[in-house]
Nanobody
Framework: VQLVESGGGLVQAGGSLRLSCAAS????????MGWFRQAPGKERNLVAA????????YYEDSVKGRFTISRDNAKNTVYLQMNSLKPEDTAVYYC???????????????????WGQGTQVTVSS
């Protein structure tokens, strides 16, 4: 599967952005999906994850209550709605797909096999 992110940009603190990740192929609904981010000089870490059906979601503590992950299997797309953005949210955001996880979301980075090219999110103070 090929993944293409969009929706990044420059926003002021307190603002919102919605990231989209479009997947190719007809088997999108068989993948658990995740959004990761990587700031300069730091590791790439999981921000949010969603199960194949969309019924289960996971959020890293720092984004709980501010970010929402969702998916539309009919459109082969996963979204990340980001509200109340903070300067520390500045990073390159990547979507990723995992075949492992069963009915649950996947939190292990090494279980994600397919990655997008990333989209830059910059939050100014």
């Amino acid at each position: 599967v090929q993944l293409v992110e969009s929706g990044g940009g420059l926003v002021q603190a307190g603002g919102s952005l919605r990231l989209s990740c479009a997947a190719s192929g007809r088997t999108f609904s068989t993948y658990a999906m995740g959004w990761f981010r990587q700031a300069p000089g730091k590791e790439r870490n999981l921000v949010a994850a969603i199960s194949r059906s969309g019924g289960m979601t996971y959020y890293e503590d720092s984004v709980k209550g501010r970010f929402t992950i969702s998916r539309d299997n009919a459109k082969n797309t996963v979204y990340l709605q980001m509200n109340s953005l903070k300067p520390e949210d500045t990073a390159v955001y990547y979507c990723a797909a995992s075949l492992n996880g069963g009915i649950y979301y996947q939190t292990r980075k090494d279980e994600y096999k397919y990655w997008g090219q990333g989209t830059q999110v910059t939050v100014s103070s």
